[in-house]
């Protein structure tokens, strides 16, 4: 008898003290749910934070610029302009305007001619190089594949290498400003 009372109690102790684990574990539970909701709050009002500063900043950066932008213009209008007091042209291929009256008039009629006349560019254009270097370069090549005619292969492809060679070395006279752009 004294066995099944002992029994009886040590299992109303067991069972009591797994209630109170229970509810400790539940607690803890509801406490870490908690805690974890407080530092996601936290870190919430970090990111506002920063935005508020970056806000400010981007503020603080438009209001510099402005300021920077009136003092230079202010600094413009306060500057006096440089007045240009003589100014000497030299014409290279006019003769001296130091001649008589009466051969005034003559230099004014050769004066029209000289201003149309544009200088010459001298050496060979880069559509002539073009030309000359697809040429050769398409002859040789025309020959070397076309075996059973040689002739006709260097011909075909001279003229072809001397177009492609022409439209490049053309561009390319555009670009340097030889020749007027379409």
Do not use: W
């Not at 908690?34 to 981007?58: D, G, N, P, S, T």
């Not at 014409?91 to 200088?119: E, K, M, V």
């Not at 003229?159 to 490049?168: E, H, S």
């Amino acid at each position: 008898m004294k066995s099944i009372v002992l029994t009886g109690l040590l299992s109303v102790f067991i069972m009591t003290a797994c209630k109170k684990d229970d509810q400790i574990a539940e607690k803890s539970l509801e406490q870490q749910k908690i805690e974890f909701q407080m530092r996601q709050l936290e870190i919430e009002k970090q990111k506002l934070a920063i935005e508020k500063e970056k806000m400010a900043y981007e503020a603080q950066k438009k209001a510099d610029s402005v300021a920077e932008v009136q003092k230079a213009q202010v600094a413009a209008a306060n500057a006096k302009p440089q007045v240009i007091r003589e100014t000497h042209t030299v014409y290279r291929d006019r003769p001296s305007s130091s001649s008589s009256s009466s051969s005034n008039a003559g230099s004014t009629a050769s004066n029209g001619t000289t201003s149309q006349t544009t200088a010459k560019k001298k050496g060979m254009s880069e559509a002539a190089k073009g030309t000359i270097i697809g040429a050769v370069g398409g002859a040789a090549l025309g020959a070397i594949v076309n075996k059973k005619s040689p002739g006709g292969g260097a011909a075909i492809g001279g003229i072809i290498g001397g177009a492609t060679g022409y439209t490049l070395g053309r561009a390319q006279d555009r670009k340097s400003g030889r020749v007027q752009p379409k």
